[in-house]
């Protein structure tokens, strides 16, 4: 499985962001696609996760401001992230898991100014 993510960039406190990973190659049905991530001087984190169920789960600092959403047609996972913070700074990595293997992304920085 190939993933292909975009949509990091710098953005001001409060503003708003949205990464979008599109996996490509042998995909089944079962399966979870999510976005983690990784901060200056931190380890990589779960930031939110959604399986084939459509069931999301999120990393308790981003609820109520981050949503993640599926296109299954197009297997593509997108990331709304609102009310950014500067915590939020990191670099993002697209997750694919399927079968008990994970497929990464190649990690989009995104940096959120005070």
């Known amino acids: 499985v190939q993933l292909q993510a975009s949509g990091g960039g710098l953005v001001q406190a409060g503003g708003s962001l949205r990464l979008s990973c599109a996996a490509s190659g042998t995909i089944f049905s079962i399966n979870v696609m999510g976005w983690y991530r990784q901060g200056p001087g931190k380890q990589r984190e779960l930031v939110a996760t959604?399986?084939?169920?459509?069931?999301?789960r999120y990393e308790n600092s981003v609820k109520g401001r981050f949503t993640i959403s599926r296109d299954y047609v197009k297997n593509t996972v997108y990331l709304q992230m609102n009310s950014l913070k500067p915590e939020d700074t990191a670099i993002y990595y697209c997750n694919f898991h399927q079968w008990g293997d994970d497929y990464w992304g190649q990690g989009t920085l995104v940096t959120v100014s005070s």
């Open positions: 959604m399986a084939n169920t459509g069931i999301p």
